[in-house]
């Protein structure tokens, strides 16, 4: 059963990596994998049962999770909320615009998540840079400062919410504490390696304000500042009342879905449809998601059949137990493979609770921070390089050539970091 269980999923990993090759969609892909997976299980019998909805259970509430921060993210952008953000840039200087794009991404992308804050981010860029080499630049750096901005927040990588919903990183403050310095670190080092190449480099022309918005201004703010508290909120609601994240979640889209029916109802019948969030929900990206339910359950199917617990002991073997190693190399294997199935896969490996995996401890906070810096060494390693490869057609070659190495080196600088710190 292994066996079969080892070659379906490399088979399937395989047509993942090489999505654009092949033309096939990998959420396609992910989902036939992660069926034909269980199928081989139930093929070999067993009582597979419980273990199945139990994966599933866990899978819903990511997924739930999700859902629910995908949407309030796409009403606040079908308001123009993120416009009172841009407007205010008003910089010619090349360097100092590179600065505030990063600064923006790193902490938006704690606030949302790494994937919206890159596409947000880039289509900001667009407005404000028309020369395509330089927005080559400024749009790997946005990937960089997404992903470590994701790394310090439980709501701003899909890893850091799985470790946070699965109990390995349950406490959010110190969690915070541990992981912001590394992360700021992890973008400085590639931020001034770009910096001295843009020094003196300013834009001709600065792009006029967004007048052409049919948005009230105060339905702008308002809409913006619901949708960010409902964000933040999330993390409270769960150390309150000791719920899934996903309840939060859900209830402060709940909370702004009804404050745009009540600030719309007025309005003209084609206004209000463009706004209301069953538009949003149309548009929601709907593959990603089952892009993550496929993956999931086969990492979950490895799991069930002992796989992820072998390679951990062969991991642990190889760094004799050295926290840093283990965790160090998953980082880097998140360039070459998505971070979900990476960190999923920890999970299923490292039982929570013993002494060296113990929740807050070293071992998972330095894996939410290499899990999610990590896949900013190549353009394919996380979902925001996958969105910035498609929106600016960056290629595979010249992302590795111009970016990998410092970011590389502001990723082992960031662990350097971590280790020193704790």
């Not at 034909?36 to 273990?51: E, L, P, Q, R, T």
């Not at 600030?263 to 706004?275: C, G, M, Q, T």
């Amino acid at each position: 059963m292994q066996i079969w269980l080892l070659l379906v999923f490399f088979i399937g990993y395989f047509f993942i990596a090489t999505e654009h090759r092949w033309g096939v969609d990998k959420a396609a892909v992910a989902l036939v994998l992660g069926m034909v997976s269980w199928m081989i299980i139930a093929a070999f019998g067993g009582d597979f049962h419980a273990s199945l909805e139990h994966a599933v259970i866990e899978i819903a509430e990511i997924l739930f999770f999700l859902l629910g921060a995908m949407t309030i993210v796409g009403i606040i952008d079908a308001h123009d909320g993120f416009s009172i953000i841009t407007d205010r840039i008003a910089t010619k200087k090349v360097s100092t615009l590179l600065i505030i794009i990063c600064i923006i991404a790193f902490f938006l992308s704690a606030l949302l998540d790494n994937l919206t804050t890159t596409i947000v981010m880039i289509v900001l860029i667009r407005k404000l840079i028309q020369e395509e080499k330089l927005r080559f630049i400024f749009a790997g750096m946005v990937v960089v400062a997404a992903n470590a901005g994701g790394a310090w927040s439980p709501i701003g990588d899909v890893t850091t919410t799985m470790l946070w919903i699965g109990g390995q990183l349950p406490d959010v403050l110190p969690f915070v504490k541990s992981i912001f310095i590394p992360s700021v670190i992890n973008v400085l080092l590639p931020l001034f390696w770009f910096l001295r190449k843009l020094k003196g480099q300013k834009i001709e022309a600065l792009p006029t304000k967004n007048q052409d918005s049919f948005q009230e201004k105060k339905d702008q703010q308002l809409v913006l500042i619901i949708g960010l508290i409902g964000l933040l909120l999330v993390p409270v609601i769960k150390e309150i009342f000791h719920l899934p994240p996903f309840v939060g979640m859900l209830m402060g889209l709940g909370g702004i879905w009804i404050m745009i029916e009540i600030i719309h109802r007025k309005k003209s019948e084609d206004v209000r449809k463009s706004l209301r969030a069953q538009q949003v929900l149309s548009q929601i990206d709907t593959p990603s998601i089952l892009f993550f339910l496929g993956i999931l359950m086969a990492v979950s199917a490895l799991s069930y059949a002992g796989i992820l617990q072998s390679f951990a002991e062969q991991l642990t073997g190889w760094f004799n137990g050295s926290t840093v190693g283990i965790t160090s190399t998953i980082g880097v294997l998140s360039a070459i493979v998505d971070n979900v199935p990476l960190v999923a896969a920890a999970q299923g490996m490292y039982p929570i609770g013993t002494e060296d995996f113990a929740p807050n401890g070293f071992f998972w906070e330095m894996l939410a921070f290499t899990s999610g810096t990590g896949g900013s060494i190549l353009i394919i390693g996380s979902a925001a390089g996958v969105a910035a490869m498609g929106m600016e057609k960056i290629s595979f070659q010249r992302y590795f050539k111009h970016f990998s190495l410092p970011v590389m080196l502001g990723y082992f600088a960031g662990v350097l970091a971590f280790w020193i710190l704790s």
